[in-house]
């Protein structure tokens, strides 16, 4: 299988695992193989769109994606659960996702930015009313300071 010409983001894991973010689907190598893994409408354990603008892996090494939705990736099992399914006000769009000094997971979309604790069930949706200078975001714009502040 070749490899896309184009891409978005190339990440390494904690695993030695390279992700590849692209317009039409998700890359995994893991120095052996690559993996494709494209959206399938029919299938509720895919990635949830076909343009990955991120891939971010968190404080408990997981990966989480970002695309047509917020997927989070599930090794045991080869498989992404969609939390735009559990966190229904969750946008429909990620464009970026990290996590605060506390573990909270902060989403920025083309609907604002959300932040979630899966742990108590927590979730706030920003938009530009409460604040934030635009409602769209960009693909992969997050960082976060030295002083714990997020950038989106």
Same mark, same amino acid.
């Given at each position: 299988?070749?490899?896309?010409?184009?891409?978005?983001?190339?990440?390494? $894991?904690?695993?030695?695992?390279?992700?590849?973010?692209?317009?039409?689907?998700?890359?995994?190598?893991? +120095?052996?193989?690559?993996?494709?893994?494209?959206?399938?409408?029919?299938?509720?354990?895919?990635?949830?769109?076909?343009?990955?603008?991120?891939?971010?892996?968190?404080?408990?090494?997981?990966?989480?994606?970002?695309?047509?939705?917020?997927?989070?990736?599930?090794?045991?099992? $080869?498989?992404?659960?969609?939390?735009? #399914?559990?966190?229904?006000?969750?946008?429909?769009?990620?464009?970026?996702?990290? #996590?605060?000094?506390? &573990?909270?997971?902060?989403?920025?979309?083309?609907?604002?930015?959300?932040?979630?604790?899966?742990?108590?069930?927590?979730?706030?949706?920003?938009?530009?009313?409460? +604040?934030? #200078?635009?409602?769209?975001?960009? $693909?992969?714009?997050?960082?976060?300071?030295?002083? &714990?502040?997020?950038?989106?």
């Amino acid at each position: 299988m070749a490899t896309p010409f184009w891409n978005n983001d190339i990440v390494k $894991d904690s695993k030695n695992n390279f992700w590849i973010t692209t317009s039409f689907g998700l890359f995994k190598w893991n +120095g052996n193989n690559l993996r494709r893994y494209n959206y399938n409408e029919q299938d509720t354990n895919s990635i949830s769109g076909h343009y990955i603008s991120m891939i971010y892996e968190d404080y408990n090494k997981n990966i989480w994606v970002c695309s047509e939705g917020l997927d989070l990736y599930d090794s045991k099992n $080869d498989i992404f659960i969609h939390y735009t #399914q559990k966190f229904k006000a969750l946008p429909k769009n990620s464009k970026a996702i990290t #996590q605060d000094n506390l &573990g909270r997971y902060w989403v920025s979309s083309n609907e604002g930015i959300a932040c979630m604790d899966i742990a108590s069930g927590y979730f706030r949706h920003y938009l530009e009313e409460d +604040g934030l #200078q635009a409602n769209s975001f960009i $693909d992969k714009t997050v960082t976060k300071g030295n002083d &714990g502040i997020l950038y989106f």
